[in-house]
């Protein structure tokens, strides 16, 4: 029960704040939308280009680390499409966009503060690492995925130039790419304004997490229950258990397991309904998913700290 009060709810309550500020029409609509071009245009990409550029990237990733943790997104993602398609009868294009739902999971609006709540700021290595890839690697399986569905059989020459512009329109991913560069080119931040990233940094986990609440009640939960419920069981479930299965046949060390099994057990990030949007594809599904698997997640997350080393 510790877990549950100490480390969980305390996320989940500052989400709960801007859900019922909204709800409530303390926040307006205008409000969370500023706050969330702010957070994820600025905020967090400065987080994780600071986090990235900063990083021993010898150090921290390793081959068993992440191959564990994507095999797990891989497989979320098949289990979703498979299922949208063979179970519930979707056609290609949507059964992507729900596959996308259980291969995106919020390794960092959600991620990153039950770690470092649960284990310390010095237990993220492990996160970053993970969270690095996340964008660029679900967004090129998720748009590579799509783009030959919706060309059936047509030529795919432009496909890789149509994938890279579609992931570079992301700040978040631009965020990551400038980290890897500062890292791998030596170069030091000068002090001065790695102050004011910092400060910016600080702002960006409170304010996006109240952010995502107030996104968050827009997405009602609207029909198709069986097929929200099956994507949700893919992301909080079987994405972990893989991960689990895999990094305890790998030997990740007791922090790494820690980072992917956290990382890996999720709610679908808001990142799944952007995509569903982008492609105008089981908008519904995606949506309700993240509402629904962000509630789920209190008792999952909560789950799987528990039976942690």
Same mark, same amino acid.
């Given at each position: ?6 480390? /969980?709810?305390?996320?989940? $309550? ?9 709800? =409530? ?17 600025? +905020? ?6 600071? +986090? ?29 499409? %498979?299922?949208? =398609?063979?179970?519930?009868? =979707?056609?290609?294009?949507?059964? /992507? ?16 503060? $039950?770690?470092?709540? +649960? ?6 290595? +492990? ?11 679900? @967004? ?16 795919? %020459? ?28 030596? @170069? ?8 004011? $990233? ?27 229950? =069986?097929?929200?419920? @099956? ?79």
């Amino acid at each position: 029960m510790s877990v549950l009060l100490d480390v /969980v709810l305390p996320v989940f $309550i500052v989400l709960c704040f801007g859900y019922v500020a909204v709800w =409530r029409g303390l926040f307006s609509d205008s409000g969370v939308d500023g706050l969330m071009k702010f957070t994820q245009g600025f +905020a967090l990409p400065c987080l994780l280009f600071r +986090a990235i550029s900063t990083l021993d990237l010898g150090q921290s990733f390793n081959l068993p680390l992440l191959g564990s943790f994507y095999a797990g997104a891989l497989m979320g993602f098949a289990a979703g499409l %498979a299922g949208a =398609r063979l179970i519930f009868k =979707r056609d290609w294009e949507d059964a /992507v966009a729900i596959g996308f739902v259980g291969l995106f999971s919020n390794s960092l609006l959600l991620g990153l503060p $039950i770690t470092e709540r +649960a284990y310390g700021a010095g237990a993220l290595t +492990a996160n970053y690492a993970i969270i690095s890839f996340h964008a660029p690697f679900c @967004y090129a399986v998720g748009i590579t995925t799509m783009e030959i569905v919706r060309a059936r059989g047509a030529s795919l %020459a432009l496909l890789p130039a149509k994938v890279l512009r579609a992931m570079f329109r992301n700040a978040l991913v631009i965020g990551i790419a400038l980290g890897f560069a500062v890292n791998l080119s030596g @170069y030091h931040v000068p002090g001065v304004l790695a102050d004011a $990233i910092d400060l910016m940094t600080r702002a960006a986990l409170p304010a996006a997490l109240f952010g995502l609440g107030g996104v968050l009640y827009r997405y009602r939960p609207e029909g198709d229950l =069986r097929t929200i419920l @099956y994507i949700t069981g893919c992301s909080l479930l079987l994405h972990p258990a893989v991960v689990w299965m895999l990094g305890s046949a790998l030997g990740l060390s007791t922090a790494e397991f820690r980072s992917a099994i956290i990382t890996s057990s999720m709610a679908p990030g808001v990142n799944a309904y952007v995509f569903a949007n982008m492609y105008g594809r089981a908008r519904r599904v995606a949506a309700s998913a993240v509402l629904i698997g962000t509630a789920l997640s209190v008792l999952s997350v909560w789950g799987w700290l528990a039976i942690l080393p």
